[in-house]
């Protein structure tokens, strides 16, 4: 067993599956087929008399996250877009914007016509903090978004009282986070909109999907009318055969709106959040008990005032030196080796991420000028370097099984600790 398995030993890990994502049983089966022979696949064709599922299951998530207001999106991209556009965010503003994150809320930033300036985050989180957050302010700083990464909370706290101090609205940006929770408020709710994905990787996943939610009458009728061709729910229920979107045209808007069929998944899946919410916790808390033993390793913080965390991607943390002077993508692909389960590390920092080109766009140019890259990116990162270089990732099913699990992981870190000179 000591040769590693990257190599042509024997893995750790042997003739047993990982649980598999997404988890659905004859209850979502159902759920689908009915939506498909209602012949109602979206919410702009007449109603069959009942209330649309996109709606329906808009309503479940604003009573999940205990706010009044929420509307269903297409994507978690189209809900960032949206949500900046309710807060009237446009040319000549800047958002700010953590640089380790996925490129999506750049790009909403830019396709509003805005300047996306990245910070540095905390080198154990992978978040924005209060004085990242304060080193990118300018006077054209308009909003923050705030990303809950990977399976902790960033420091609601001193961010809001930043973004405060600044007048400057918080997006939070909770594709990573549904369900944590912050002194007993769910993430979300603590800034002016709070923005979701559902894609297929996600804890609650329908395959693609997004929601905004707040507690702002005026941000709902705006992100309602932004998402769906300037229409918005009527006020009254709708009979049989009429449209359940009347045309509105406070704002001008386009077409976000989720599929009834992404909507039915949802509606199926969001019952069963909670219950794999705390299994992943049980099994999390039983992998750092073994880490602390193994000693070099760690998790991700979760800060005390977290009152729950919502593990999306699950992050191993190392000290420096553990492998060597192995890098992490040979390490990652080490354990994913003994595993048979990918491992690895986060994604390169925005400022250096292939994703991230804006100049391939003209309509980019005038904001995307030599001035506009140099505010945008023109700094150093070295917490998002760090965090890289000392982190190492797995999607969440991997939390789905067992105690067996658990000690099929340590075996597998402590074994390409140990041969790690074999690299």
């Known amino acids: 067993m000591s040769r590693l398995a990257v190599l042509g030993g024997t893995p750790v890990r042997q003739d047993r599956d990982w649980?598999?994502?997404?988890?659905?049983?004859?209850?979502?089966?159902?759920?689908?087929?009915a939506a498909i022979r209602s012949r109602r696949w979206a919410?702009?064709?007449?109603?069959?008399?009942?209330?649309?599922?996109?709606?329906?299951?808009?309503?479940?998530?604003?009573?999940?996250?205990?706010?009044?207001?929420?509307?269903?999106?297409?994507h978690g991209s189209s809900a960032l877009l949206v949500a900046l556009e309710a807060l009237d965010i446009g040319?000549?503003?800047?958002?700010?914007?953590p640089t380790m994150t996925w490129v999506a809320p750049v790009t909403a930033v830019l396709r509003v016509g805005a300047l996306p300036v990245l910070v540095d985050v905390d080198p154990e989180t992978g978040c924005i903090t209060a004085d990242t957050v304060r080193s990118g302010l300018s006077p054209h700083t308009r909003a923050v978004i705030l990303v809950h990464h990977a399976a902790t909370v960033a420091d609601l706290d001193g961010i809001l009282e930043v973004t405060?101090?600044?007048?400057?609205?918080?997006?939070?940006?909770?594709?990573?986070?549904?369900?944590?929770?912050?002194?007993?408020?769910n993430v979300g709710t603590h800034g002016a909109v709070g923005?979701?994905?559902?894609?297929?990787?996600?804890?609650?996943?329908?395959?693609?999907?997004?929601?905004?939610?707040?507690?702002?009458?005026?941000?709902?009728?705006?992100?309602?009318?932004?998402?769906?061709?300037?229409?918005?729910?009527?006020?009254?229920?709708?009979?049989?055969?009429?449209?359940?979107?009347?045309?509105?045209?406070?704002?001008?808007g386009a077409n976000y709106c989720m599929s009834e069929l992404?909507?039915?998944?949802?509606?199926?899946?969001?019952?069963?959040?909670?219950?794999q919410h705390q299994h992943r916790e049980k099994i999390a808390v039983n992998l750092e008990k073994g880490l602390a033993e193994l000693g070099d390793f760690g998790a991700i913080p979760v800060?005390?005032?977290a009152d729950r965390r919502s593990i999306y991607e699950y992050g191993i943390t190392f000290r420096e030196g553990t492998f060597g002077s192995v890098p992490a993508t040979r390490v990652a692909e080490a354990i994913s080796a003994e595993l048979g389960m990918p491992w690895y590390p986060p994604?390169?920092?925005?400022?250096?991420?292939?994703?991230?080109?804006?100049?391939?766009?003209?309509?980019?140019?005038?904001?995307?000028?030599?001035?506009?890259?140099?505010?945008?990116?023109?700094?150093?990162?070295?917490?998002?370097?760090?965090?890289?270089?000392?982190?190492?990732?797995?999607h969440h099913g991997a939390l789905l099984g067992n105690s067996a699990d658990v000690e099929d992981i340590l075996s597998a870190l402590a074994k390409v600790r140990d041969h790690h000179d074999q690299l």
């Open 195 to 252: 923005v979701f994905s559902f894609q297929n990787g996600k804890v609650l996943a329908a395959g693609e999907g997004g929601a905004v939610i707040t507690s702002d009458e005026q941000i709902y009728r705006k992100v309602q009318q932004l998402r769906a061709d300037s229409r918005r729910y009527p006020d009254a229920d709708v009979p049989a055969g009429e449209m359940e979107l009347v045309e509105d045209g406070e704002v001008m």
């Open 303 to 305: 800060p005390p005032e």
């Open 43 to 74: 919410i702009s064709w007449p109603s069959d008399g009942t209330q649309a599922r996109e709606r329906r299951f808009a309503e479940q998530w604003a009573a999940y996250n205990e706010v009044p207001y929420c509307v269903s999106l297409d």
């Open 19 to 33: 649980p598999r994502w997404p988890q659905y049983d004859t209850a979502t089966e159902q759920e689908v087929v």
């Open 262 to 275: 992404s909507a039915a998944v949802l509606l199926d899946q969001l019952p069963r959040l909670d219950e």
């Open 347 to 394: 994604d390169p920092p925005l400022n250096r991420s292939l994703m991230l080109r804006p100049h391939t766009k003209r309509r980019f140019a005038q904001i995307w000028s030599e001035e506009g890259r140099r505010r945008a990116t023109g700094r150093e990162f070295p917490g998002a370097e760090r965090f890289c270089a000392s982190t190492l990732l797995c």
């Open 91 to 97: 040319p000549g503003d800047e958002v700010i914007v």
């Open 164 to 185: 405060e101090q600044a007048g400057a609205a918080l997006v939070e940006d909770c594709a990573q986070a549904h369900g944590a929770r912050w002194r007993g408020r």
